[in-house]
C-alpha cells in the first residue's frame, strides 16, 4: 500500500529526493514520516508531517538538511534530503501513523517496503 523510491548512489554533499505513493486507499488524514535502518541498527526516526502538511517533525541529524512535503492530491510523501552525509547510508522506510506526534517506528500503522540510499565518501 506504500511504495517508496528514488534511493539509489550519491556522493557526500549530494541530493536525492525519496518519494513514497500509496495506493489502494488514502493516507490524506495519517501523520506520515520517514525512518532509516542502517546495517546492525535500529530502525530511527528521520522525519514527519501532519496530515494536513501544516506541522513537521525532524530528527537533530538531518535538521536544515532533510524536508518533507506532502501531496494529498496524488498520496505521496517526499523527502527532500540535500548535503548527504555518509552517516545517511540507509535503508529509508516511509510509514502511516493515524495520530499526530509520535515519532518511534512502533506507532506506525502502515509502512513501505523500504528504498536503499548510499552515501559515499
Known amino acids: 500500500q506504500l511504495q517508496a523510491s528514488g534511493g539509489g548512489l550519491v556522493q557526500t554533499g549530494g541530493s536525492l529526493r525519496l518519494s513514497c505513493a500509496a495506493s489502494?486507499?488514502?493516507?490524506?488524514?495519517?501523520?506520515m514520516g520517514w525512518f532509516r535502518q542502517a546495517p546492525g541498527k535500529e530502525r530511527e526516526f528521520v522525519a514527519a508531517?501532519?496530515?494536513?502538511?501544516?506541522?513537521?517533525a525532524y530528527a537533530d541529524s538531518v535538521k536544515g538538511r532533510f524536508t518533507i512535503s506532502r501531496d494529498n492530491v496524488k498520496n505521496t510523501v517526499y523527502l527532500q534530503m540535500n548535503s548527504l552525509k555518509p552517516e545517511d547510508t540507509a535503508v529509508y522506510y516511509c510509514?502511516?501513523?493515524?495520530?499526530?506526534?509520535?515519532?518511534?517506528?512502533?506507532?506506525?500503522?502502515?509502512w513501505g517496503q523500504g528504498t536503499l540510499v548510499t552515501v559515499s565518501s
Open positions: 510509514g502511516a501513523d493515524q495520530y499526530w506526534g509520535r515519532f518511534t517506528s512502533d506507532k506506525y500503522d502502515y
Open positions: 489502494g486507499r488514502t493516507f490524506s488524514s495519517y501523520a
Open positions: 508531517i501532519r496530515w494536513n502538511g501544516g506541522s513537521t
